[in-house]
């Protein structure tokens, strides 16, 4: 374990299957995410992960995985629609990718992000952000990590066959070799398309 102020680099094991079931990647286990300011044990929203190939490389989302437990969370006091949001609970949703690679229009390099939304009722905003350093609340995104955003791009909001308790970060197959990253929550559904950025 490495430790870089209150940024915790550390092994998590969770849950899961992390082969794909027809093409599709589930929650799974993993090898390490980032952790900050809460010991693993005990929270209330599990730390989570999800890998799965982009052409030859790499792509994984570490997030914190809330349960509704009878609240309105997506448009209601939690998780309000227009303001920024962690996209998941305690550290921000992040995304650690090995090749250059475009997330819903957004050119990200190889590295590690933080990767934040603003919830709508027909459309979310997404963002991608160089910052990793801060805690996921929306007081934590001062100015200083808002110039850090790579861009912004919107994405429209769909609806699961089911209600979804927990929230669920998967994959589906896109067109050729496009990957969509589904998020899953409640009553919400976004499908974030990501390719290899060959430029």
Known sequence: MVTFGYLLLASVTVAGASDPVDG????GPDTSCIVMEMDLEGRLSPLDSLSFPVADGSVKICYGRPSARGRTMIGGRDV???RLWRTG???PTMVHTTIP???AGIA???????LYTIPG????RVIVNRSITQWGHIAAYDYKVRREELGRATVVRERPEERVETLTFRTEPGDGDEVLLVFEW?????????VANQS
Not at 108 to 114: A, L, N, Q, R, T
Request: charged fraction near 15%; hydrophobic fraction near 35%; avoid cysteine.
């Open 101 to 103: 690679i475009t997330m």
């Open 186 to 194: 409640e009553q919400t559904l976004i499908r974030i398309p990501i």
């Open 89 to 91: 609970a305690n550290e």
């Open 121 to 124: 009722e027909d459309q979310w």
């Open 108 to 114: 990200v390099p190889m590295g590690s992000y933080s």
């Open 24 to 27: 599709v990647y589930t929650v």
């Open 80 to 82: 309000p629609y227009g």
